[in-house]
């Protein structure tokens, strides 16, 4: 089995040498690393090529800048891998035996989809976050789609982020899963297509993946535009609909359970934008409330009885106060 691991590079001179390391340490060798350099104005691209020199696994490509999405993109072109996973050049895998056992258990049970818990690196703190929740194998793998989803969302572990996924190639091309450019969260909108298309799922039990927060690099240090939060909405609408047309009535519960946790982001985030135009958006939303009755999340759980409790625009207040103490926002 090949394995295709995708890196979007971007002025990430500080941290890539520490990302490229962890994949090419593996004790599984049989990897490509695809190293996409979306036009660097640092010395990432030199370190990319550096890398490529020393060692024929890996590829690099540098291309006019076009962002995340594009350079995904690239690298999904570039893949010749089984399966595929990505990571971001700021990021670094902990485990040097992970993709081994990964691989082990894609060779025995080849699932379309296998996904992984991860661990947030809080930079500025010097501070590991391990996930409190497990997830046991077991209760996803060999299950029905829908009794696999709702195993891991309940643990809140059905992360967004396509970097915690190990997907089969195979899947990709045939339902042309490629990721939508010029918009921000593009990996919502790229799993919640995922999950419309993926039939079998597999869960790793180690927590290896390192998400590096708390840099002013990092996009949790961004602060939110409206074009981001405009994104964010259309991408909950587009597949508010899509799911009208689930038949499965079980699935589609899971599947609007999926949209209930970006909805409520959205809610959060909308009380930092200050215009016009974000008072009628709120209006267009708050239609959508009934997401929240979806509520198979532990997160949207508690955002869904503070729903009932004290309605739609005092809920959005307190997470915005939460977003504050977590991710020190201004607004």
């Excluded at 593996?26 to 104005?41: A, K, R």
């Excluded at 990319?48 to 060692?55: G, H, L, N, T, V």
């Excluded at 195993?151 to 396509?162: F, P, Q, T, W």
């Amino acid at each position: 089995m090949l394995v295709s691991i995708i890196v979007p590079v971007y002025n990430a001179e500080k941290y890539l040498k520490v990302c490229i390391n962890s994949l090419l340490q593996q004790t599984f060798t049989n990897i490509e690393v695809i190293l996409i350099d979306d036009e660097s104005t640092d010395s990432s691209g030199d370190i990319c090529d550096e890398y490529a020199i020393k060692d024929p696994r890996v590829k690099v490509f540098h291309k006019k800048n076009g962002g995340t999405a594009a350079a995904r993109n690239t690298g999904l072109e570039m893949a010749t891998g089984d399966y595929i996973t990505f990571i971001d050049n700021d990021d670094y895998w902990i485990n040097t035996e992970c993709l081994q056992e990964i691989v082990k258990q894609l060779t025995e049970s080849p699932s379309d989809v296998l996904m992984f818990s991860t661990i947030d690196y809080w930079q500025d703190k010097n501070h590991y976050n391990y996930p409190s929740r497990t997830c046991s194998r077991s209760s996803v793998l060999h299950q029905k789609r829908t009794d696999a989803i709702r195993s891991i969302m309940e643990k809140g572990l059905l992360y967004r982020a396509v970097w915690s996924k190990v997907i089969k190639r195979e899947l990709i091309l045939k339902n042309n899963l490629y990721f939508s450019s010029g918009i921000r969260n593009e990996d919502t909108d790229w799993t919640a297509r995922m999950l419309l298309a993926a039939t079998s799922y597999d869960w790793y039990e180690k927590a290896f993946y390192v998400y590096r927060k708390g840099h002013t690099e990092a996009q949790t240090s961004k602060p939110n535009t409206y074009q981001t939060l405009n994104d964010l909405k259309s991408i909950c609408i587009k597949y508010i609909r899509a799911a009208e047309k689930i038949n499965d009535a079980d699935f589609k519960k899971v599947y609007l359970s999926y949209l209930a946790y970006p909805y409520s982001v959205w809610m959060a985030q909308a009380e930092f934008i200050k215009n016009d135009i974000i008072i009628s958006d709120k209006q267009e939303m708050k239609q959508y409330s009934y997401l929240l009755n979806y509520d198979i999340d532990p997160g949207v759980k508690l955002v869904a009885r503070l729903y009932k409790t004290f309605g739609y625009n005092i809920t959005a207040k307190l997470l915005k106060f939460y977003l504050k103490l977590k991710y020190k926002i201004e607004g």
